[in-house]
């Protein structure tokens, strides 16, 4: 269910050793010597190396990575790493989906541990995986995975809420995403104002919603609007989010309002950052939160039909440098 008419209005996330077969052993460490590491200038753009420093760090695209990327998943593998009796080996993970058989030779798994490709991966420093989008960072191997999870460079999610979009990328390809691909309206200047008109509000469900970019500051926003239920009571609810990091998020500002007959309701809060999941926001609560019946006043009572303008506006908090006291800064 969507809206019948929306106007706006812009004002401007142990086994011994004598179980690793000596042969397996010798080849592991065979490759592990071959590969030797990589030092390139920074200006060098050939997608596959990166600057990196220390005598066993290693660029993503050598024989080693290759050694630890888990044939079945193609991921990198981290301790349990198994192998078969002829040395191919695999992630714990994929261990109990290839149903206890060796997904390169066929041979029985069995439960025996690759412990030297353990201990090779333990002397080993990487580069960041998103080192091709700007992060500078070289981890111990085991390491790698934890800071991955938390990079400032990690490509962001999709915020569209209205499907599981799996779309990822840097902030500016994703406006361009959401304009071409998902036709969301983009609007410039930092106040808006939105009407939203619905002709059944006695029907809500969790599908009704909308969204908008607006870009201030230099920055991007995304206002969503949606109607669901809360617990048995349906609402509507409309919040801001920032399409940067959390950090970023709180230099910024917002306020709404919706109002009508001489009543109105007021929000004024830091949007979060999109980092955190559209269903996340919403089930927070970190947003103006209009009551049905409320909703059906403001439209003017007669229950027939939704009529709601919410306005608001961003603004960013800047410190002045004399006094110390921060002070807003409205966009014009």
Request: net charge negative.
């Amino acid at each position: 269910m969507e809206f019948d008419n929306i106007e706006c209005v812009s004002s401007s996330d142990g086994l011994d050793e004598d179980e690793i077969h000596h042969h397996n052993l010798q080849h592991h460490l065979h490759q592990f010597a071959s590969s030797k590491p990589h030092n390139v200038n920074n200006n060098h753009n050939n997608g596959n190396t990166i600057v990196v420093g220390g005598p066993t760090a290693i660029a993503p695209a050598t024989s080693v990575h290759e050694l630890l990327e888990c044939p079945v998943c193609t991921n990198s593998m981290y301790p349990p790493i198994h192998q078969c009796h002829n040395g191919h080996t695999l992630c714990s993970t994929c261990k109990t989906r290839v149903q206890n058989r060796c997904p390169t030779c066929r041979q029985e798994l069995g439960d025996i541990r690759c412990l030297a490709l353990e201990k090779v991966a333990e002397s080993l420093e990487f580069p960041c995986k998103f080192y091709n989008l700007g992060c500078p960072e070289i981890f111990p191997y085991y390491c790698k995975l934890k800071h991955e999870a938390i990079c400032n460079f990690r490509p962001y999610n999709c915020p569209y809420a209205g499907s599981e979009c799996s779309v990822v990328g840097d902030i500016p390809f994703l406006v361009a995403h959401l304009r071409d691909d998902h036709k969301v309206d983009m609007h410039t200047g930092c106040t808006f104002n939105h009407r939203y008109v619905k002709s059944n509000p006695r029907e809500v469900e969790n599908a009704t919603w909308m969204l908008t970019v607006f870009h201030c500051f230099g920055q991007y926003f995304c206002l969503h609007f949606e109607a669901f239920q809360l617990g048995m009571a349906p609402v509507y609810m409309a919040f801001l989010r920032f399409m940067g990091d959390e950090t970023e998020a709180r230099n910024y500002t917002y306020s709404l309002e919706v109002g009508g007959h001489g009543r109105k309701l007021t929000w004024e809060g830091t949007p979060q950052s999109v980092r955190d999941s559209h269903r996340k926001v919403r089930d927070s609560h970190d947003g103006l939160i209009i009551q049905r019946n409320m909703a059906l006043f403001f439209s003017g009572g007669d229950r027939k039909e939704l009529k709601l303008r919410v306005t608001g506006r961003i603004w960013k908090e800047q410190q002045n440098p004399e006094t110390g006291v921060c002070i807003p800064n409205l966009c014009s």
